[in-house]
Every structure is written in structure tokens, then in C-alpha cells.
């Protein structure tokens, strides 16, 4: 069967928050440009709908850009990209204000403005939100808003396969339908990834099912360096079982976490002193930032101090003094998640939580327009790595980063695109379309003793033990082999299922593929990285070493090794590495 | 945790093999706290990989796992082992064409999603540099219909759309008509010219079954009535002395 040749200006993979604003920003700033959107699933259906607590931008009199700032740099434990978050911080309540606009139904003050709400790490209320269903919302404003642009084309339900590129020039992609099982080539001068996160790689995530990491693994294997993998952050209050996330904004609203002797453990933790209950205090105790909570947790297990539930060790947020008003009102999804699944109605009962994986900080290699080391190539939103995040990302600045990196990547990528131009058809990019082709055909003919599932539980369990909350050489170190060891075993894998329809067992197939590209980059960079800072803890180098790893890491794919990692200059313009107090002013 | 062997009743349909549906039976060791998403995942990962669904959240919100359960349309993340029987019927959602086994072709529904201009349409620019000024009271006139999660499964529950699918349905009309209420679109008028006609609201018998299945409580059959209402206020509108048309 042929392959179908779809021909178009700007290609963009992922159709969350990040692609969607995109291709509305390419398609408002020149209607000649064709925009071919390429998604795994309906738009609606992508992973920025699970966002609850909100989007970061100053909105208050007694905000400032330069506040916002400063609690990023020191939030990421220096080693955000310090440009970045300056145009980061500038943008961010002026595309708020576009998506308000656009009709998102942000929740409002007495007023009549748009309401903002406290979060960790964050210095003033400057949290942007609808409720607690804040990405659901920015999700649909903006599909929504993009069924009015004509030449955004969109292919739903295409399962993107590799990239295309000749001379080191990005020239396209290869994806296939997936209620078809055909195949098509997508060509374009510009390409931008917005595939999202890879929190599958591990266990427990609040991760959907479908965040399998595809353009990170797609970038590495088109020999794009993925950038700061070892960033993995953990959110510390996730239902334990489901690993469902119950947002900061329990916390920014007043909720508690106490440990099985209902002690406010935070404080042990460098979080002190306690604040008062239900008058929570900026940037210290239970706002304190992700990474120091998820590691407290590490800390009060160890110690015996967790509770004991029927899905395992759990610390318990309690919200019961914010009364049913206010957790209708501002938290209503969680109040029913908790509910529904661990049987604990946040007005009546403390709820079980643990840390659970969220978040990469890390992803393509990418700088402040969005382009990777590769031309043509672009990267925004969870599967990049801009330097806006550094080792720590603060909640309710990645639901502002598909934004504000949205926009301004279309506008590079439609710059570039027209400067470009199409390119004429290409027997070599045309082989390497095929070849693709070929290897899925040769997947699905594959023969072996080897289980999908079994697979992937190998590659979960692993992750857990040698690149969890705390990590040391030894541990990270047979990750590595053992990740090694299960890509070999991914050539026995059988897939069952023959049919050129909805062929799920081929498409987790894949996304197993991508998902060992992206878990042997985490482990390799957090053997390497021979310090502590931020998400990246190390049981055996437990300081922060700025002589030494004051860099991003880049991991390099290697043919049949281990990937090859290299460091790269953080970009610092105004904030010197200080110390992150989070006592809540008393140590200032 | 107390477990339960669940006998699932599940229907396959490949097009490049079968002519037509067929039921296959997997017996499932399930939690009573799992969802009936988990029992699906135990027979894709341990019983047979062939199985096709759609998922993805596991949490109520993207909408994907929308199917027949002991044939009523629910979401299978919030459908619970706890409050099933022994026996469990799991069917693609019904009025729409089966693509494979629990996947529907949803062509329709994203064509009508396209046509109800689902965006807000101003004819006065919108303020600079700031947000429209919104009071809670107007937020609460059309929050409740932007809970739509588009799981379609008020399309399976609606006997106007079983028998015509020109019928613009439930979770379209309601999205629509939270555009219409919200206090900084202007676009009602537009909006109304092509949904208050014979497909739109006028087609709805107001039996109230997609409201009853609505798993986020959107309540598309009030959206509906309301619309009926402003239908009629414009159709009289546009037709008094001085006005546009």
C-alpha cells in the first residue's frame, strides 16, 4: 500500500494545551500557512485536561514580575535557565488574559476580576484558576477556540512513529492512522513537539495512560540530546492506589499533612516553624515547594511515622477545617475523587496521600524560542526542556508554560517555516519514510517469549528502586543495566494482535519502545549526576555541588549503549546561586 | 481489600475478520475499590492483549472510557467492581458505529462540535490588557455547562439521536449554550441561526434521559429547554421593525 503524503507548513505533534496554542497563534498570524496537527488522541483527550490547581502569572498590586521570578530561580534550585524565566514571567498574565478572552471561566473575585489563589513555593497569589478543574478548562478554551482557524488541519487519532530529517534538518514526520492502520508521511519545513510528559515510565504516576513520552523518544532517536532527565518530580499528594492527583490547592486553600500521630511533620523538615491552621503562610511548611514535601514523606516512612492503608504507606491531608462551602466552592473535583476512590470525604475525614510521580523537568533540549539543537525541530510544553523549570518545578507554572512557550515557538516556526519554505519531494526523506514503515510491519510479524506487560513492569519496578524520590550509585546504577537488559528483551516481544484496526496491543508496543528511550536517559543522568539539588536527591553526595553541576545535563543516544551524557552552561543572568529558605521569612 | 471474580461479557468487533459482534467472556479477579477500567486493564495485560478501549485519565475528566456497562453509558473509571453484580455486560456506546470491539467512530459528534461555533464571538474588541469584568453570578449562569468532558455518553442515552443523527444532540447543544450565556460572547444570534432550526433544539422530545447518564451533572436537557426559549426570543427579534434581517 502507498503511503498518503500530506504536505504542510508547520507540523505539530500533540494536540494538549502547548499544540493547540500553537497552532492557533500559527494560524492567527498568517492565514496562508497550513498547519497539520497530529494527535494519538481527540485534543480533548490530552493530558493538560487533568491539571487542577491553576496557572501562575502576577496579577496583584503587591506582585511583582521580579517576585515571580525569583521564587522560579530558587524554586528550581538554580538551575533554571535565568532568560528564560524572565520572558517566562513577563508573558504569563498577559496570555492568561488572552485565554480570558477566549472564554476560559476562570473563577472570579467579589469584583468581578479573575480570582488568584496561593501555591508552594510561590512568594504572593499569583495562581490563576477554575475551581479545581483549571486544565480541563485551558484545555477546552483552547480546542474550542481552534475549530474556528480553517487551516488548521487536524489529524486525530494519529499515532506519530519517527521524525524525518535530512542534512540534520528536521523535514517532517511518520505517523499512522490509527482506524485505519495506513500510513502517512507528514512533510514540512518546521516541526514542533508537544507530546507532553512520560510519567509512565514509572509505577505510580498521575500520569494518564497515554503520557508514554513519544516526542521525547522520537527527538533522542533522531539524535536531538534530551536534556536534565534526572528532574523527576513527585507530587506529594496523590491518592495512593490510583495515584490520582489532589491538587496544591488543597493546601494553598488551608488543607494539613500530619503523620499517623497527627503531627504537622513539615516543620521537622527545614519547613518551620508551624503556622496556624487554615492560615496558611507563603513558601513554608505545606507550602513549601514538591520536591522538599515528597522528600519529607521519604523521611517520616523511614522513620515509622506513615499510616498504613490497604494501598500501602500513606501521611494524611486534612482539609476538614475548610468547611463544605469552601471545598464545594474552590475543590470540588477533589472532594469526588476522594471520595469515589479511596472512600474518604475530605469535609468529613482526613485523606490518604503519598507522593506520586508527576512531572519531568526535563525533556528536548530547547532554549527560549523553542528550537532543539536540530533545525527545523521545536519543542514546547512538557516534552521540552526550555530551562524554565530547573530542578524543581513550582506548581501551577507548567499550565502557563504551554502558553507562553506555545505562542512564542508558533511565531519562530512559522518565521522559519516561510523562510524555508516547502521543500520538494526527496528520494532520501522518502526511504527513510518507508523504513519506518518497514519496522513496524517487521514488529507486527515479530515472533518471541516476551510479554508486553511484562515488559513494562520490569521497566516501572526499576525506575522505582534506582531513580525514586532518593537515589545512590549502586541502585541507579542497576537501574541502568537492567533498563539496558529490557530493551534487549523488547526484540522477543510478541504482538498479538494482527489487525491494521485500532490495533491497541501494536500502539502500547510503541509507546514501550519510547518509554525505555526516556527511562534509560532518567536513570543514565542520575548515576551521573553526583550531587543533590532539587528532585535529583543522592543518599551517597547529599549537598548541592555548584563548582561541579551547576550545568544541565544532555543525553546523548548511543547505538546498542548506554546513552552518553554531556553538561551544558546554565544561563544565569541576575540571580546567583543562594540558598532556598522556605521558614517562611524567619530565616531572612 | 475483599476480591471478587467478575465475569465479563465484552463485545469484540473487528471489521478485517468478524461480520459482525460477538461476546467473549473473561473471568476477572477484581478489588472490590477497583473501577471496572481496572478490571478491563487486568484482561489486556493478563487475559488478552487484543482487547481494544479507549482510556487514558483514570480520573473523571478526558472523557475517552465512555461505554455501555450492563447497558447503561457510563464512564468506566467511575463505575465501580463495588457496585456491580457477578456478571458484567461491557458494550461500545450505543447509537454509534462500532470501529473495533469498545471503539467508536466518533466522526459525527466532532463534525457537530466544529459546526456549533464553540468559541466566543465578540463584535466589540475585548478589553486591553486586562480580563472582561465577570460577576459570580455571571460565571454561574453558564459554568455548569463547560463541565462537558464530550464522553458522548448522553448521545448513547438519547432516544431523539437513535433515531436521527442529523439531530445535533445533547453535549453540542449545551456547550453551545454556554457560549450564548456567557457574558462576554455576542455571538447568540449567530449561534441560535443554526441551532434553533429542525436538527437543533426543536428536535429534542425532552424525555431528560442525557441529563439522567451526564456523569459531570451538566444537565444538557435544561441547556436544551433554555435554548427553545432564547430560539423563539430571537426568531421574534429579528423579525420586529428595525432590526438587522
Known amino acids: ?588 | 481489600m475483599s476480591q471478587r471474580t467478575l465475569e465479563l461479557e465484552v463485545l469484540r468487533y473487528d471489521p478485517e475478520q468478524d461480520s459482525e459482534p460477538h461476546f467473549q467472556q473473561y473471568s476477572v479477579p477484581c478489588r472490590e475499590d477497583w473501577a471496572i477500567l481496572d478490571a478491563l486493564n487486568y484482561v489486556k495485560e493478563n487475559l488478552d492483549t487484543t482487547l481494544s478501549y479507549r482510556w487514558s485519565c483514570h480520573m473523571m475528566v478526558c472523557g475517552s472510557c465512555g461505554m455501555m456497562i450492563n447497558g447503561e453509558p457510563v464512564l468506566t473509571c467511575k463505575t465501580f467492581v463495588r457496585d456491580l453484580p457477578d456478571t458484567v455486560r461491557v458494550e461500545p456506546l450505543a447509537n454509534f458505529p462500532i470501529e473495533r470491539d469498545l471503539v467508536v467512530v466518533l466522526d459525527d459528534v466532532m463534525e457537530k462540535l466544529q459546526r456549533a461555533q464553540l468559541w466566543i464571538i465578540r463584535q466589540d474588541p475585548p478589553p486591553v490588557d486586562h480580563e472582561f469584568t465577570q460577576s459570580r453570578g455571571a460565571l454561574q449562569k453558564f459554568k455548569q455547562y463547560t463541565m462537558c468532558i464530550n464522553c458522548m455518553c448522553c448521545y448513547a442515552a438519547c432516544p431523539q439521536y437513535a433515531l436521527d443523527k442529523e439531530f445535533i444532540g445533547p453535549a453540542v447543544l449545551a456547550l453551545a449554550h454556554r457560549y450564548n450565556r456567557d457574558s462576554r460572547d455576542q455571538g447568540q444570534s449567530e449561534r441560535l441561526n443554526t441551532l434553533a432550526d429542525h436538527d437543533g433544539v426543536w428536535q429534542c422530545s425532552f424525555v431528560g434521559a442525557c441529563s439522567e447518564v451526564c456523569p459531570k451533572h451538566v444537565d444538557p436537557a435544561a441547556a436544551i429547554q433554555q435554548m427553545k426559549v432564547d430560539g423563539a426570543i430571537e426568531w421574534w427579534k429579528q423579525r420586529l421593525p428595525g432590526s438587522k434581517r
Open chain 1, 1 to 588: 500500500m502507498k503511503m498518503e503524503r500530506i504536505e504542510a507548513d508547520v507540523v505539530i505533534v500533540g494536540a494538549g494545551g502547548a499544540g493547540l496554542r500553537a497552532a492557533i497563534a500559527i494560524a492567527q498570524s498568517d492565514p496562508q500557512l497550513v498547519i497539520a496537527l497530529i494527535s494519538k488522541v481527540y485534543p480533548m483527550r490530552s493530558h493538560t485536561c487533568a491539571a487542577e490547581g491553576g496557572a501562575a502569572g502576577v496579577k496583584g498590586a503587591d506582585d511583582s514580575l521580579e517576585l515571580h521570578f525569583n521564587d522560579t530561580v530558587s524554586g528550581g534550585d538554580w538551575l533554571c535557565d535565568q532568560d528564560v524565566v524572565e520572558y517566562f514571567v513577563r508573558q504569563a498574565p498577559l496570555e492568561l488574559i488572552q485565554l480570558e478572552h477566549w472564554g476560559c471561566p476562570w473563577s472570579r473575585a467579589e469584583d468581578g476580576s479573575v480570582a488568584v489563589r496561593s501555591f508552594g513555593g510561590m512568594k504572593k497569589q499569583r495562581t490563576w484558576f477554575a475551581a479545581d478543574k483549571s486544565g480541563f478548562h485551558i484545555l477546552h478554551t483552547l480546542f474550542q477556540t481552534s475549530l474556528q482557524f480553517p487551516t488548521i488541519r487536524r489529524f486525530d487519532e494519529f499515532f506519530a512513529l519517527e521524525l524525518l530529517h535530512k542534512d540534520g534538518n528536521c523535514r517532517g514526520a511518520v505517523a499512522m492512522e490509527m482506524r485505519s492502520g495506513r500510513f502517512f508521511s507528514f512533510h514540512a519545513p518546521a516541526v514542533i513537539l508537544a507530546t507532553g510528559g512520560a510519567g509512565q515510565v514509572f509505577p505510580f504516576t498521575t500520569n494518564g495512560a497515554i503520557k508514554t513520552g513519544d516526542g521525547m523518544a522520537m527527538a533522542y532517536r533522531a539524535g536531538v540530546p534530551l536534556k536534565d532527565m534526572e528532574f523527576v518530580q513527585y507530587h506529594p499528594t496523590g491518592l495512593p492506589g490510583t495515584g490520582i492527583l489532589l491538587t496544591e490547592a488543597c493546601r494553598g486553600e488551608g488543607g494539613i499533612l500530619v503523620n499517623k500521630n497527627g503531627y504537622r511533620y513539615l516543620q521537622d523538615y527545614g519547613m518551620g516553624p508551624e503556622t496556624p491552621i487554615g492560615q496558611p503562610v507563603f513558601k513554608t511548611m505545606e507550602l513549601g515547594p514538591r520536591d522538599r514535601l515528597s522528600q519529607a514523606f521519604w523521611h517520616e516512612q523511614k522513620k515509622g511515622n506513615t499510616v498504613e492503608t490497604p494501598w500501602g504507606d500513606c501521611v494524611l491531608l486534612d482539609m476538614r477545617h475548610l468547611g463544605e462551602k469552601k471545598i464545594d466552592e474552590r475543590l470540588p473535583l477533589v472532594r469526588e475523587l476522594a471520595t469515589y476512590y479511596v472512600g474518604h470525604d475530605p469535609v468529613t475525614d482526613p485523606v490518604p496521600v503519598r507522593p506520586v510521580v508527576h512531572f519531568m523537568m526535563g525533556g528536548i533540549d530547547s532554549n527560549l524560542n523553542g528550537e532543539t539543537p536540530m533545525p527545523g525541530l521545536f519543542a514546547i510544553g512538557e516534552t521540552s526542556c526550555s530551562g524554565l523549570h530547573g530542578a524543581n518545578r513550582l506548581g501551577s507554572n507548567s499550565l502557563t508554560e504551554l502558553l507562553v512557550s506555545g505562542k512564542r515557538t508558533a511565531q519562530r516556526a512559522a518565521g522559519y517555516a516561510k523562510e524555508t519554505g516547502r521543500h520538494a519531494e526527496d528520494g532520501a526523506v522518502t526511504a527513510q519514510a518507508d523504513a519506518v514503515v518497514k519496522g513496524v510491519r517487521d514488529l507486527l510479524l515479530q515472533t518471541g517469549d516476551q510479554s508486553l506487560a511484562g515488559v513494562r513492569r520490569a521497566m516501572r519496578t526499576t525506575m522505582e528502586e534506582g531513580a525514586g524520590i532518593y537515589r545512590d550509585e549502586a541502585g541507579t546504577r542497576a537501574t541502568c543495566e537492567k533498563i539496558a537488559e529490557l530493551r534487549g528483551r523488547c526484540g522477543a516481544i510478541e504482538v498479538n494482535d494482527k489487525s491494521n484496526v485500532f490495533n491497541t496491543d501494536l500502539h502500547q508496543t510503541l509507546e514501550l519502545f519510547n518509554l525505555l528511550d526516556v527511562a534509560e536517559t532518567v536513570a543514565e543522568a542520575s548515576l551521573q549526576r553526583r550531587e543533590s539539588r532539587g528532585a535529583h536527591q543522592r543518599l551517597d553526595h547529599t549537598e548541592r555541588d555548584d563548582e561541579n553541576f551547576l550545568k544541565h545535563s544532555l543525553a546523548f543516544r548511543q547505538d546498542g549503549g548506554r546513552p552518553r551524557i554531556e553538561w551544558l552552561d546554565v544561563t544565569i543572568t541576575r540571580s546567583q546561586p543562594g540558598v532556598r529558605d522556605y521558614s517562611g521569612g524567619k530565616k531572612e
